[in-house]
Nanobody, 118 residues
């Protein structure tokens, strides 16, 4: 059974918006520090944003003020609202169950591709 399913990516122009979703097969309330990562072509995966059950969030400097992470525990879903998208945001985006682990928990979904292009 697939336990992490990312969706919501697509092709968007600079300045546009997308909302990514990560639906899990687990009770995400059991995972206090979930996060979103991204991997651009030819580059290492990097942490983008994290969220706790208490709503504490953190963001990479590159996305601060533009992206918002949130979670819906009853629906076992984590979201990433992405506004004012830039060319450098182009990447495959992945959610992770434990962003406190070095590099994230070693369990990944297929990701969802975000392409920012004119």
């Amino acid at each position: 059974q697939v336990q992490l399913v990312e969706s919501g990516g697509g092709l968007v122009q600079p300045g546009g918006s997308l909302r990514l979703s990560c639906k899990t097969s687990w009770s995400i309330a059991s995972f206090n520090n979930m996060g979103w990562y991204r991997q651009a072509p030819g580059k290492a995966r990097e942490l983008v944003a994290t969220t706790t059950n208490d709503g504490v969030t953190n963001y990479a400097n590159s996305v601060k003020g533009r992206f918002t992470i949130s979670r819906d525990n009853p629906q076992n879903t984590v979201y990433l609202q992405m506004n004012n998208l830039k060319l450098e945001d182009t990447a495959v985006y992945y959610c992770n169950l434990d962003a406190t682990a070095s590099g994230g928990m070693d369990y990944w979904g297929k990701g969802t591709l975000v392409t920012v292009s004119s």
